[in-house]
């Protein structure tokens, strides 16, 4: 049984109640709420890579750390609430993951528009191509 004082939410009452506002942020077309500009602390150069399923990533160099780093482009007309999701977990974790062989999450903008992952830059082309270069390799 709940001993919650008057005025205080339970915690059952307080995850209903953060759902709600995630829903009401998805409707309104926000992954996590707009943020300062992006281009007031980095500046966007060219694509690198392929593009994904959600955008494109582009280089991006913070302005007062001169600080390379890989930025996801991910223009949001066409999301769905699914992704809305999906993008707000993706962050969630990010943020939580500190490993050497994990691309760290350093920032994350939004607009009206379009969301901005801003993330470690690891250079050497694709994973899968990497791999598939490789071929099989015999098991230990």
């Not at 926000?30 to 494109?56: A, F």
């Not at 999701?85 to 994990?102: A, C, G, Y």
């Not at 760290?104 to 191509?129: A, H, M, P, R, W």
Request: glycine share 8%.
């Amino acid at each position: 049984m709940s001993h919650a004082r008057r005025g205080e939410q339970t915690k059952g009452e307080r995850k209903i109640h953060k759902q709600k506002l995630r829903d009401r942020m998805s409707e309104q077309g926000w992954v996590i709420g707009e943020t300062n500009d992006i281009k007031g602390y980095y500046t966007l150069h060219d694509q690198i890579g392929s593009p994904g399923s959600y955008g494109h990533c582009v280089k991006g160099i913070h302005i007062e750390s001169k600080q390379v780093r890989a930025i996801k482009v991910i223009p949001k007309v066409n999301l769905t609430k699914t992704d809305y999701v999906s993008l707000r977990t993706e962050i969630k974790v990010m943020r939580r993951l500190r490993h050497k062989n994990i691309c760290k999450l350093y920032d994350v903008f939004e607009n009206q528009s379009t969301l901005y992952l801003v993330e470690e830059l690891c250079s050497g082309g694709e994973l899968f191509d990497q791999i598939a270069a490789r071929g099989t390799q015999p098991r230990p």
